[in-house]
């Protein structure tokens, strides 16, 4: 006699909405669920969440986080955290490969190293949230190995604003919505080679461009302009720089890190600490006062108009920066050798740098005053990408105008020096 065997599978089998009361006792206490239903006695409710498991189905998934409405304390939130290690179901899910079920089935609640996900990597020398720490170094530092905006040290996001960006050289009087991005343009088309806009910080500090192509890529308004510096001053002594970090700064006045992130992390202890930004041909900026800095990220606006800066003077007191006609602060230009001032006659001016970088120019083989310098050049004021001593859109306007209509100027002398506002 011939007889047929059919094979359940997870496929064909049928899933089930509910257990059946009338034959259960999930809870074990000798009393059948069906009694227990609305009397004084509950069933058993494995994940709390008041509906009992006989209600339940430890095959179903409403919210598809991997962990069964059965085991779920919220069948609506996919990012429930089942076991309490403080990491949702759908991070442990997608993301570390681990048992939401299982407080002891990742790196936040394992002694590392480990490699609890199974890809040959120990989890704590991951990093999970790609801020630059492992995994062990933020969980040792008490902050989020899953969030990029928390790391140790402290974080800081930046805007700033450059006086000869906002401009088109050929109108000088009225300022940009956004800054100008002519130096990435033209790097992109001379096919990233670094001409116009270099891939190492300017600042010696060694900070790279790893993906030229992607971060000094058309971005709209978040499209690269030029390299500025962030500073960390000593509270009790603004001279004394405690930290840096070379960065870039965006159309819109963002700095980002050269990854493309607009927090940036510096690695000193949480504390009090002044904020300064530098730029290789504008004057930097300083906060007026020490800014409180932690894990947590802080924004610094130095655009902002109503805000305080430091000044060495009393007549430097709200003309550390250029303020354009629309409100808005950016540093001010012209500093053609990045020595801290701009002068346009006499013993270190400005001018006279201009002059000689045109002149020694090894293309200038006649020496002539109106020889264009194409490059990434501190005297490259207006930010073009070519030095220009005479003629349409020269370096030299810019020198004189910011001289002569500088709010501390109160004459108007051309022999005067505009100091940078950093001690």
Do not use: C
């Not at 290690?85 to 790196?107: C, F, H, K, M, V």
Request: charged share 20%; aromatic share 6%; net charge negative.
């Amino acid at each position: 006699m011939l007889t047929s065997t059919t094979t359940v599978t997870a496929a064909t089998r049928r899933p089930h909405r509910w257990h059946r009361p009338e034959n259960g006792d999930t809870d074990g206490d000798g009393e059948g669920d069906a009694a227990e239903i609305g009397g004084d006695e509950q069933p058993l409710d494995t994940d709390g969440d008041s509906t009992p498991d006989v209600f339940e189905s430890s095959i179903d998934d409403a919210d598809n986080d991997g962990v069964a409405d059965e085991f779920d304390a919220d069948d609506a939130d996919p990012n429930n955290d089942s076991d309490g290690d403080g990491i949702g179901n759908t991070d442990e899910r997608d993301i570390l490969g681990t048992d939401p079920l299982d407080a002891d089935s990742d790196s936040t609640n394992t002694p590392l190293p480990d490699n609890e996900n199974d890809n040959g990597i120990d989890d704590g020398d991951e990093d999970f949230d790609g801020d630059g720490y492992s995994n062990a170094d933020e969980l040792n530092a008490g902050t989020d190995p899953f969030d990029p905006s928390s790391a140790p040290g402290v974080n800081v996001a930046v805007k700033v604003l450059l006086q000869a960006a906002m401009y088109s050289p050929l109108d000088p009087s009225t300022p940009l919505a956004v800054m100008r991005d002519t130096l990435r343009i033209r790097e992109a088309a001379a096919g990233f080679t670094g001409s116009f806009l270099p891939a190492t910080s300017p600042y010696g500090d060694g900070a790279t461009v790893s993906n030229v192509v992607s971060v000094f890529g058309n971005q709209g308004n978040n499209s690269v302009v030029d390299w500025v510096q962030i500073q960390l001053r000593d509270a009790a002594d603004p001279s004394v720089i405690v930290a840096e970090s070379a960065a870039l700064v965006q159309r819109d006045g963002d700095v980002m890190t050269v990854d493309g992130l607009t927090n940036l992390n510096l690695n000193v202890a949480p504390g009090s600490y002044y904020v300064a930004v530098a730029h290789h041909n504008h004057l930097g900026a300083m906060t007026a006062a020490p800014v409180s800095l932690s894990g947590a990220s802080v924004t610094i606006d130095f655009s902002d108009t109503t805000a305080d800066f430091w000044n060495s003077t009393a007549v430097y007191d709200g003309a550390e920066q250029h303020e354009t006609n629309d409100a808005r602060y950016a540093l001010w230009a012209g500093d053609a050798d990045d020595n801290g001032s701009v002068v346009f006659t006499g013993a270190g001016n400005d001018v006279d740098v201009i002059f000689n970088i045109v002149l020694q120019d090894p293309g200038n083989i006649f020496q002539v005053s109106s020889f264009l310098v194409n490059g990434y050049w501190t005297s490259d004021i207006d930010l073009s990408g070519t030095t220009i001593f005479s003629g349409q859109g020269n370096e030299i306007d810019t020198v004189l105008n910011v001289v002569r209509s500088h709010p501390a100027n109160v004459v108007g002398v051309l022999s005067f020096t505009v100091l940078e506002q950093l001690p």
